[in-house]
T-cell receptor
Framework: AQSVTQLDSQVPVFEEAPVELRCNYS??????LFWYVQYPNQGLQLLLK??????LVKGINGFEAEFNKSQTSFHLRKPSVHISDTAEYFC?????????????????FGKGTLLTVNP | DTGVSQDPRHKITKRGQNVTFRCDPI?????LYWYRQTLGQGPEFLTY????????KSRLLSDRFSAERPKGSFSTLEIQRTEQGDSAMYLC????????????FGSGTRLTVV
């Protein structure tokens, strides 16, 4: 089984400031990692994903994340945020498709971090 | 690619009534998922279809819940005898045969049981 902990439920920042949203996970098997963004009353949009290879992953809207296997973390960063980045951000994991233990299609989400960008 | 469509966007129903939600996945996607999201929580897995076959149901899905995907195209999620605890956002997602592809989520159906 997997679990995801998003360490901050709310992160307020000023416009043009850098931001880091923290995500730690627990799993007995290797996992794929994802960050999704949810704007009010909308579904989830994929920001970026880590499947393998380089541990620094770049996504849409200027976001990037770094996979740290030893710390089981996948923190999301942006060097300069905009008002339009205000949204809920979810970290998620799932086993690789090659995993034979079952449920390798099931995403496990954290509880989310509300990013509020103030002028 | 028109995205994943969900209907209705919002549903208010009285306790005890039955409701049905519809999800139209991206046409070439053979995998379809339902998730439920309650206030302040991340989405939780409900069920998974590969083509028309329902391959897994979460323990969150009580006997009052049923999902179908006839002909492997659109899917419906029905809740019978709704309870206030069923109030949530119901999200549908789909993904293609390419196993490294991410999921595409719909905008969700927000259910309020009064």
């Amino acid at each position: 089984a997997q679990s995801v902990t998003q360490l901050d439920s709310q992160v307020p920042v000023f416009e043009e400031a850098p931001v880091e949203l923290r995500c730690n996970y627990s799993s007995s098997v290797s996992v794929y990692l994802f960050w999704y963004v949810q704007y009010p009353n909308q579904g989830l949009q994929l920001l970026l994903k880590y499947l393998s290879g380089s541990t620094l992953v770049k996504g849409i809207n200027g976001f990037e994340a770094e996979f740290n296997k030893s710390q089981t973390s996948f923190h999301l960063r942006k060097p300069s945020v905009h008002i339009s980045d205000t949204a809920e951000y979810f970290c998620a994991v799932r086993p690789p498709w090659a995993y034979s233990g079952g449920s390798n299609y099931k995403l496990t989400f954290g509880k989310g971090t509300l990013l509020t960008v103030n002028p | 690619d028109t995205g994943v469509s969900q209907d209705p966007r919002h549903k208010i129903t009285k306790r005890g009534q039955n409701v049905t939600f519809r999800c139209d996945p991206i046409s070439e996607h053979n995998r379809l998922y339902w998730y439920r999201q309650t206030l302040g929580q991340g989405p939780e897995f409900l069920t998974y279809f590969q083509n028309e076959a329902q391959l897994e149901k979460s323990r969150l899905l009580s006997d009052r819940f049923s999902a179908e995907r006839p002909k492997g195209s659109f899917s419906t999620l029905e809740i019978q005898r709704t309870e206030q605890g069923d109030s949530a956002m119901y999200l549908c997602a789909s993904s293609p045969k390419d196993r490294n592809h991410g999921y595409t989520f719909g905008s969700g159906t927000r259910l309020t049981v009064v």
